[in-house]
């Protein structure tokens, strides 16, 4: 992985932005890409990027710009209020979609021109993929429909692997702004149903991410880094 390209679109914040400093302290060439600019305390070794996912002509522009890569990964996510059906606000629903799945399609239909044969794309979907919950049909589709966009796309792309990792609960600005002692609570309630006795933090999941960058026979793979909280 030593002066391998890795693009991380979402890499700014939460999840991507752990897997873009894994990356880089591992000695690859890292961009962080999202519509927002770098945080204060941004690595100078990382390199930054603007890109709103929903923007085909962008996501094209930004490819052929870049040119050559070796690895994709793809944690752009929206924010999106749970709802049961019948409160649900189809409107914010297609846009959540074209954020989450339509995004992700995008990505990896722009990166596969340029990627390396040996090279791979990691996708996010999330733990509510295969957890029935009533008012998280939006998240629960969205997931699914990225797992499935996994599997195909790692036949269709070969001998490019494409694989998924699906997050359980992680602590990360996902959760929204709230004061440190009601995020600590809600940490610890949550954490403390799952088998592991916490929720997950960003590190954990980066872990994930690398593994599958580096396991040259992992493709079409889903993991699981939920803390157990599928069982
Ligand atoms: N945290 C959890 O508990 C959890 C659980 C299950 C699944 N997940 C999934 O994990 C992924 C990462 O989430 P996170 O927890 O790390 O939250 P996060 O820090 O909010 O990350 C989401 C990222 O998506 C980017 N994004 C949103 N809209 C975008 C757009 N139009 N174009 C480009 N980038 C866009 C954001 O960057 P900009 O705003 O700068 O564009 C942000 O960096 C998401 O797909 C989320 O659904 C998280």
Do not use: C
Request: no cysteine; glycine share 12%; proline share 3%.
């Amino acid at each position: 992985m030593k002066d391998a390209t890795v693009v991380v679109i979402g890499g700014l914040s939460g999840i991507g932005r752990a897997v873009a400093e894994r990356a880089a302290e591992e000695g690859a060439r890292v961009i962080a890409v999202g519509r927002r600019t770098a945080p204060a305390d941004w690595s100078k070794q990382i390199e930054t990027a603007t890109l709103d996912i929903t923007d085909e002509a962008a996501v094209e522009r930004f490819f052929s710009k870049l040119g050559a890569l070796d690895h994709l990964v793809v944690t752009s996510g929206p924010v999106i209020a749970s709802s049961r059906l019948t409160d649900l606000d189809v409107s914010a629903a297609k846009d959540a979609f074209d954020v989450k799945v339509f995004g992700q399609l995008r990505a990896a239909k722009q990166a596969a021109r340029y990627i390396a044969k040996t090279g791979s794309i990691t996708l996010t979907s999330g733990l509510l993929a295969r957890k029935a919950v009533p008012g998280a049909l939006v998240k629960a589709t969205m997931n699914a429909a990225i797992e499935s966009m996994g599997k195909t796309l790692a036949k269709e792309l070969a001998p490019v692997r494409v694989n998924v990792v699906s997050p359980g609960m992680v602590e990360t600005g996902m959760w929204g702004e709230m004061p440190e002692a009601e995020r600590k609570a809600m940490a610890a309630k949550a954490g403390g149903g799952l088998p592991v006795g916490r929720v997950g933090q960003t590190g954990d999941l980066a872990q994930a991410y690398w593994l599958l960058m580096t396991n040259g026979f992992m493709t079409g793979a889903v993991v699981d880094v939920d803390g157990g909280g599928l069982l």
